[in-house]
């Protein structure tokens, strides 16, 4: 059984710093694509980041583009989302993805193959 578990979501004050964490079973991260994205209140959910499965490509929307860094550990088959200069329009839950390894990064929650139950991360101002 393939699961997903994030961890790390937390009240923090605008500025502050967040490291959101996914921890993979069932499943080697290795032979995956990994992706961050999150959904606000009464919104859809949006892309955040996603990195090749070798760690050797990144794709980060320009909302978030040099706040925030995708990472990713096969050894501990765990993803890291380092999350810095936080907003409050940052305030969402956040899901982390797995897609089986592909050409391209994708953007699109659709591609996804496994999610996991997501983490709150609220932004206060």
């Known amino acids: 059984q393939v699961q997903l578990v994030e961890s790390g979501g937390h009240l923090v004050q605008a500025g502050g710093s967040l490291r959101l964490s996914c921890a993979a079973s069932g499943l080697s991260i290795g032979s995956y694509d990994m992706g961050w994205f999150r959904q606000a209140r009464g919104k859809e959910r949006e892309f955040v980041a996603a990195i090749k499965w070798n760690g050797g490509d990144t794709l980060y929307p320009d909302s978030v583009k040099s706040r925030f860094t995708i990472s990713r550990d096969n050894a501990k088959n765990t993803v890291y989302l380092q999350m810095d200069s936080l907003k409050p329009e940052d305030t969402a839950v956040y899901y982390c993805?797995?897609?089986?390894?592909?050409?391209?990064?994708?953007?699109?929650?659709?591609?996804?193959?496994?999610w996991g139950q997501g983490t709150q991360v609220t932004v206060s101002s």
């Open positions: 993805a797995a897609r089986m390894r592909a050409t391209l990064l994708s953007t699109r929650n659709y591609d996804y193959n496994y």
